[in-house]
């Protein structure tokens, strides 16, 4: 299972602005342990090998200096001496908790894992089915939701969204609006890829009743 540990109170101690000011990199000193733990808030996105601007990750930024340091981007120095909790991952830091999920990857491709469902989230453009392999959670979608390159946004499809429902209810023999009574159900995974270099869980369709 991956990491996750709240470490309580942590006081602030720097902030270093990188990237021409568009990242910011807080430290907090966790006193009981000796150690520090940093937290990034980059305004960029990477994309095709490189940081850009993106106005959707800015503004997210943005609001998370708000709501969690009670300041702009620009004034995170002046917030320095005052504390914070920070969650710790195995390989980053977070203000807040962060919902991890694995990927699969090009070595895992053929194999086939037997697991069980351990939750089913839809939301405005996935029907997600999130289970545990080797204890790490990964998760299989069913996508209703289209991306607009240009605007950069996702967008529900109305009608992807009733095919995407009726395949749920083929698949697994219960309307999504039961998708409950699947929790704990046995499944069998098999990873695929998709266009060559996107790899995903396809979960084998029930037996017929």
């Known amino acids: 299972m991956a990491k996750q540990e709240l470490r309580k109170n942590l006081v602030l101690v720097a902030v270093d602005f990188e990237d021409n000011q568009k990242k910011a990199v ?7 342990r000796g150690e520090v733990r940093t937290v990034n808030f980059n305004r960029q996105i990477y994309k095709d090998g490189k940081y850009v601007d993106d106005a959707d990750k800015a503004a997210k930024v943005d609001g998370w200096c708000d709501e ?7 004034g995170l120095g002046d917030c320095i001496g005052s ?4 969650y710790e991952y195995d390989t980053f830091n977070s203000l807040f908790p962060v919902d991890i999920v694995e990927k699969f990857t090009k070595d895992q491709v053929g194999q086939i894992y037997e697991s ?3 939750e089913i989230i839809v939301d405005d453009y996935f029907i ?9 959670k990964y998760e299989s979608k069913m996508t209703f939701g289209v991306y607009v390159e240009n605007m950069k946004s ?10 995407a429902f009726e395949k749920f209810k083929d698949k697994y023999h ?19 890829a998709a266009y060559g270099k996107f790899y995903y869980g396809d979960i084998k369709k029930f037996p017929g009743k």
């Open 83 to 86: 504390r914070h909790d920070v």
């Open 174 to 192: 219960v309307p999504v609006s039961d998708k409950d009574k699947l929790i704990g159900h046995q499944i069998m995974v098999e990873v695929k």
């Open 116 to 118: 069980k469902i351990d």
């Open 154 to 163: 996702w967008f529900s499809d109305p009608q992807k969204k009733a095919k």
């Open 68 to 74: 969690y340091m009670h300041s702009t981007f620009d």
């Open 128 to 136: 997600r089915i999130r289970y545990t392999i080797d204890g790490k």
């Open 26 to 32: 807080l430290t907090f000193l966790d006193e009981e």
